[in-house]
């Protein structure tokens, strides 16, 4: 009876240590930042249906700008009215946005947002942008949200 309480006891003991050298392995990787899931998420742009980011956004923490190209594929030409930001993570607080071509965007086309931001800092990026535009055919207007992640 004694021998397996001492069979039982070096068990734990045994695989008690291996246990703990593996959890201090994995926490030594969480404080050295290699497990920071921010660095393993994948860049990307999403708006809705209709209005397709054709590219990742650029971004650039020395100009503060975001660049974003996107396509109107809604069906009808529309003009962007307006572009803003929802401030959240990187304090991107549209101040100004330049859009190449400027006018009425047609079905089918392509255009590119640069955003002025206040601040971009460098490091992981992820805002949400909100387009407003108007429908050439019905001059009603409409708000599409966005988001864009990246590193600058």
């Keep these: 009876m004694n021998k397996k309480a001492q069979a039982a006891m070096e068990f734990l ?14 926490a030594a990787l969480a404080y050295f930042g290699v497990l920071d899931p921010s660095r393993m998420l994948p860049e990307k742009c999403e708006f809705p249906a209709g209005i397709d980011c054709i590219d990742k956004a650029a971004i650039d ?3 503060d700008t975001v660049g974003i190209a996107l396509k109107n594929n809604i069906g ?7 572009v803003t930001s ?3 993570t990187n304090g991107c ?3 100004n946005y330049t859009l190449s071509p400027t006018g009425t965007i047609s079905n089918n086309q ?8 206040g601040s971009v800092s460098a490091g992981k990026f992820d ?14 207007q ?3 949200v966005g988001t864009v992640r990246g590193r600058a």
């Design 13 to 26: 003991m045994t695989y008690g240590w291996a246990i703990l050298v593996v959890i201090a392995a994995i």
């Design 61 to 63: 923490a020395d100009a």
């Design 76 to 82: 009808f030409g529309m003009t962007i009215d307006d």
């Design 86 to 88: 929802d401030n959240s």
């Design 93 to 95: 607080s549209v101040s």
């Design 110 to 117: 392509q255009v590119t947002i640069t955003v002025d931001c």
């Design 127 to 140: 805002e949400t942008f909100y387009v407003t535009y108007t429908n050439a055919e019905t001059s009603l």
């Design 142 to 144: 409409h708000k599409a």
